[in-house]
């Protein structure tokens, strides 16, 4: 009986074995690959090794690797975008996305394959998508008998400072290599348990701006606040007046962010100095709506201004740091369906899980080209249920962020991303 099962297990043909028991018995290498890529963090810009271990790894499973695919404004500068492509003949063409960059954070997971570069981390799980990325490219390799066309795989760098995309683009991505009929992509989410992908058709995530202002007065002795303009006072007047931005002069049905993340000014306790600088990151959906939150923030604190008699030559500086935006990430809704319902089928439906809109911005949707391709951006579960719960999960970017049990997470990954390559050029 045992030499009988043996013998049929020998024979099934490769084929038909199920994409999960592929992906099983591939997970123990995705592991050390996953650990490998979380202990090597490049910031954005600088994916200069993991760029060259992303490539070399794709080229050895047969596809055609470019690198260095990109280019920056910046004179100098070197983008390191990753492009793989494997034709398998006549049929779509579908891209796949996986970032590449780290943070500047400092780790403290006290995982013990924990970052080996000093202040960078990968704490938004880019190494999760890498490694998804590769374990993708494996299984659409073996199985090549069951699809038609071409997959082009991406390793984009830059994704934090939402440049990559563009830089890739800016190269001639769609005209040296092809132009995908559809483009897809998961990014790991700490808000959904391991195990699980979530969906959100249309507006997915939102626009970011970041706006720099300088609140100028005239500095002075601490001690004789009569003969200043005091910048301090303003930029404290300015910070609560605009939160009167989102409390007062939106709708209150339009989400809206704008967080003042950093203020700068001053020397020493006794000094008033002449100018503080505040640095904002504003987050929208709607182009109506970014406008007049931008025209917003520019008007608050020349007001604030006026109100302190500062001369009409210190106004507030406004300054619109418009290579940091990036508009809203918005999914395709045909293509979410699609591709979720394929999903659905792989994981069942009950991990398969409509999803909040986010505030949180990615530069993927800059694939769409307009608008010429259809995009969809998943979420791939990566909490720990128990954490989530109790609220002490840590969010992305935190210096405590690891996925919760990172086999999980991948294997999910691996078989939904091949799960949606395979719906879009699997053979009928
Ligand atoms: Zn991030
Ligand atoms: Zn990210």
């Not at 001639?172 to 992908?197: N, Q, S």
């Not at 979530?198 to 970011?208: H, I, Q």
């Not at 001053?266 to 008033?272: E, M, V």
Request: aromatic letters at 4%; glycine letters at 10%.
């Amino acid at each position: 009986m045992k030499r009988l099962a043996l013998l049929l297990l020998l024979t099934v043909p490769a084929f038909s074995q199920s994409l999960d028991d592929r992906v099983q018995r591939e997970l123990p290498a995705l592991l050390e690959t996953y650990k490998t890529l979380h202990g090597m963090p490049e910031l954005s810009a600088q994916e200069a090794k993991t760029s060259a271990y992303v490539a070399a790894r794709l080229r050895e499973l047969g596809y055609e690797v470019t690198e260095k695919v990109g280019k920056y404004k910046e004179p100098g500068t070197t983008a390191y975008g990753v492009v793989a492509i494997l034709k398998n003949g006549n049929g779509p063409v579908v891209l796949v996305r996986s970032d590449m960059d780290g943070l500047p954070v400092a780790e403290q997971t006290g995982l013990p394959y924990a970052s080996q570069n000093a202040g960078v981390m990968h704490a938004c799980g880019h190494d999760v998508h890498m490694t998804t990325l590769l374990g993708t490219a494996k299984m659409l390799a073996d199985l090549k008998s069951k699809w038609r066309g071409t997959v082009m795989l991406i390793g984009q760098p830059a994704e934090e400072i939402v440049r990559g995309a563009e830089g890739m683009l800016a190269d001639g991505l769609y005209e040296r290599f092809a132009r995908p009929d559809f483009a897809v992509a998961l990014h790991d989410w700490a808000t959904l348990e391991a195990g699980k992908i979530g969906y959100r058709p249309g507006p997915f995530m939102a626009a970011s701006d970041s706006v720099n202002l300088t609140i100028r007065g005239v500095g002075g002795h601490g001690a004789a606040p009569h003969t200043t303009k005091d910048p301090v006072v303003m930029a404290a007047e300015t910070i609560l007046a605009l939160q009167t931005i989102s409390s007062r002069e939106r709708s209150p049905l339009e989400p809206m962010v704008v967080t003042v993340g950093k203020v700068e000014g001053g020397t020493k306790r006794n000094i008033i100095p002449d100018e503080v600088r505040l640095y904002l990151t504003i987050r929208t959906f709607s182009p109506d709506v970014r406008k007049r939150v931008l025209d917003s923030i520019e008007r608050i604190p020349r007001g604030i201004a006026l109100m302190a008699g500062v001369p009409e030559d210190r106004a507030p500086l406004f300054e619109p740091q418009t290579g940091e935006s990036v508009g809203p990430t918005v999914n395709d809704p045909a293509l979410t369906e699609r591709v979720s319902k394929a999903i659905a089928r792989e994981l069942g439906a009950n991990n398969v899980v409509l999803i909040d809109q986010a505030m949180v911005s990615e530069d993927f949707g800059r694939f769409s080209d307009g608008g010429k391709t259809p995009t969809v951006l998943l979420a791939l579960g990566a909490a720990d249920p128990a954490k989530l719960a109790d609220g002490t999960q840590p969010g992305l970017h935190s210096s405590k962020f690891a996925p919760a049990d990172p086999s999980l997470v991948l294997r999910t990954g691996v078989r939904g991303a091949v799960s949606m390559v395979m719906e879009l050029l699997g053979k009928p």
